[in-house]
T-cell receptor
Framework: KNEVEQSPQNLTAQEGEFITINCSYS?????LHWLQQHPGGGIVSLFMLSSGKKKHGRLIATINIQEKHSSLHITASHPRDSAVYIC???????????FGEGTQLTVNP | DAGITQSPRHKVTETGTPVTLRCHQT?????MYWYRQDPGHGLRLIHYSYGVKDTDKGEVSDGYSVSRSKTEDFLLTLESATSSQTSVYFC????????????FGPGTRLTVL
């Protein structure tokens, strides 16, 4: 079993829908990261959080440390949100990230 | 965008040949990382560096070596490339360890025939 599990692996939505991507992890962490990989391959960091909730535009990330679970929400989805979303955790030793396999999101117009 | 470049961006080589990938940063970040990305796997850490001449192995380090002689450059070498090393390689930088954001380079697509 991977230390970081994401669900679903693939997600197709219609423009305007509310989207949720889930991430569960099995180890103690110091922080959790959400990243976005564009269709062209580039990877950008969206959020880093260790508790609670963060919001940036239409994106919201939440984490529940007790349940070892995080969610990434996209409100009013748009075709330009189509990408792979990757969850990663940094362990308590802090120096490395462990990545989930990613969730491929396709938003149709 | 963080100033991080990778070269080459694409390379095709033959089994048994040596290959060196270069990661260059202009951010003066202390930490640099090499990852590989393959279908069915998440990004996997090959090696990382926490300062000039200070490096450590990641989870998939066999067959790879690294060097960091200057803050801005982190080199990944495949001494004798194999087909299993066909992958997309990403470099990342961070000013501190895992609790800080990592910034990724554009990636290098390597094909070993």
């Amino acid at each position: 079993k991977n230390e970081v599990e994401q669900s679903p692996q693939n997600l197709t939505a219609q423009e305007g829908e509310f989207i949720t991507i889930n991430c569960s992890y099995s180890v103690g962490i110091s922080a959790l990261h959400w990243l976005q990989q564009h269709p062209g391959g580039g990877i950008v960091s969206l959020f880093m959080l260790s508790s609670g909730k963060k919001k940036h535009g239409r994106l919201i990330a939440t984490i529940n440390i007790q349940e070892k679970h995080s969610s990434l929400h996209i409100t009013a989805s748009h075709p330009r949100d189509s990408a792979v979303y990757i969850c990663a955790v940094s362990g308590t030793s802090g120096s490395r990230l462990t990545f989930g396999e990613g969730t491929q999101l396709t938003v149709n117009p | 965008d963080a100033g991080i470049t990778q070269s080459p961006r694409h390379k095709v080589t033959e089994t048994g040949t040596p290959v060196t990938l270069r990661c260059h940063q202009t951010e003066n970040h202390r930490y640099m990382y090499w990852y590989r990305q393959d279908p069915g796997h998440g990004l996997r850490l090959i090696h990382y560096s926490y300062g000039v001449k200070d490096t450590d192995k990641g989870e998939v380090s066999d067959g790879y070596s690294v060097s960091r002689s200057k803050t801005e450059d982190f080199l990944l070498t495949l001494e004798s490339a194999t087909s299993s090393q066909t992958s997309v390689y990403f470099c990342a930088i961070s000013d501190q360890a895992g609790t800080h954001t990592q910034y990724f380079g554009p990636g290098t697509r390597l094909t070993v025939l």
